[in-house]
Every structure is written in C-alpha cells, then in structure tokens.
Antibody, heavy 121, light 108 residues
C-alpha cells in the first residue's frame, strides 16, 4: 500500500524559508514521478511542482517559480520542497502526491495527508 | 487556454444520478482525472484515463469525455459521496498540472 507522509510544516514569517519533506513507502520510489499540490484555507487545489523519477526533470507553477525548489533522494525514498521568500499567499496545506508514471505526464494517483504551512507576521 | 471550469455546487437526492462537468481546451488532448475530497481529508482518486476506477472505488462512479468537456457521473448517489470534486488535466506539454475550481456536491 502506498504511504506518503509529509513533514516540515509550521508557522513562518513572510520572507522566510522552509523545507517540506515527504517520506514514501509501499512502492519502488525511483520508478515514479512525484508532485506537490497545495490548498489554501477554504480554497481549491493548486499544483505547485513536479519531478520525474530520476529527478532530471522538474516543473514549477508560475506562482512559485524562482522561489521554490523540488528535489528527491531516491536512496532515502524522499521528495522535498525548499521554499524561499515565502509570502502570506503561500499559506496552505501542502500535499505530496505520487504520479502513476516515471515521467511527470502521468496522472496523480495517491496523496499524502498534507502539511500545513502558515506564513504570517 | 490553461483553465478548467467547474460549476461551484450541485445537489442530488439520495439514490439519484448526478453529473459533474469540467470544461477546458486541454481536455481536447488529455483525459480528465477526477478526485473526491471530504472536509479535512486529502483528495482521493476516483476516475482516471478514458473511464477507469482505481481499486476500491464503487462502480457507481464513471467518467466520459466529449470535445472540451469531461464528466463524472455518480449513478445512485450515496451519503458518503458528499464533498468536493476536482477535475485535473495537463497543458499542451503534458507536464504542467491544471486543476478545476472544484464542485461541492450535496446529497439530500
């Protein structure tokens, strides 16, 4: 069974940095692309970033490009999201999700339970 | 266009059929994926590809596609089907994810 567990959320001031991590289990991690999706309080889902199984290909939403960096460690079955220059509008629950393919063009298959990031002074 | 449009809310009587729609140019080239989210929970996958259900998703859920419109149909809605439904597709490159705004379903 696929299990995704996010960690690293919390309260941070605007302009600050934070790193989210997602520990994966139940599947051969390096064979699948991964993605981050966020959901602001009371709002819909917003895609943030995706990374291929090898980590060679990375994609970002315009709203986070240049501020967020996605990475993965296939030896530790983890995917991370380094978030810099945080803004109040980055406040959201951040979900780690598995893509049903090695390439990021596959559909989103499984979701973690989410980690809450609050950006506030 | 890189947008997906969903109606904000629908209601259905218990046991009746409801269709949730999603419109967008990207749907002409990519199948929609559908997710169900209950309050305080993570989304779960209910339909992917042409009309495929993951293991554990009831047969009452089905998907269809026509032109720039994708539909999720629940035949015989149950109380546990309440919640938000999101469609998802991709841009022309296939790598940038697009979500619809979500449809809130109430089962009466």
């Amino acid at each position: 069974e696929v299990h995704l567990l996010e960690s690293g959320g919390g309260l941070i001031q605007p302009g600050g940095s934070l790193r989210l991590s997602c520990a994966a289990s139940g599947f051969t991690f390096s064979n699948y692309a991964m993605t981050w999706v966020r959901q602001a309080p009371g709002k819909g889902l917003e895609w943030v970033s995706s990374i291929s199984g090898s980590g060679d290909s990375k994609y970002y939403a315009d709203s986070v490009k240049g501020r967020f960096t996605i990475s993965r460690d296939n030896s530790k079955n983890t995917v991370s999201l380094q978030m810099n220059s945080l803004r109040v509008e980055d406040t959201a629950v951040y979900y780690c999700a598995k893509i049903h393919y090695y390439d990021t063009s596959g559909f989103i298959e499984s979701w973690g339970q989410g980690a809450l990031l609050t950006v506030s002074s | 266009s890189s947008e997906l449009t969903q109606g904000p809310a629908l209601s259905v009587a218990l046991g009746q059929t409801v269709r949730i729609t999603c419109q967008g140019d990207s749907l002409r080239n990519h199948y929609a994926t559908w997710f169900h989210q209950k309050p305080g929970q993570a989304p779960i996958l209910v339909i992917y590809g042409k009309n495929n259900r993951p293991s554990g998703i009831p047969e009452r859920f089905s998907g269809s596609n026509s032109g720039n419109t994708a539909s999720l149909t629940i035949t015989g809605a149950q109380a546990e089907d309440e919640g938000d439904y999101y469609c998802e597709s991709r841009d022309s490159s296939g790598h940038y994810v697009i979500f619809g705004g979500g449809t809130k379903l109430t089962v009466l």
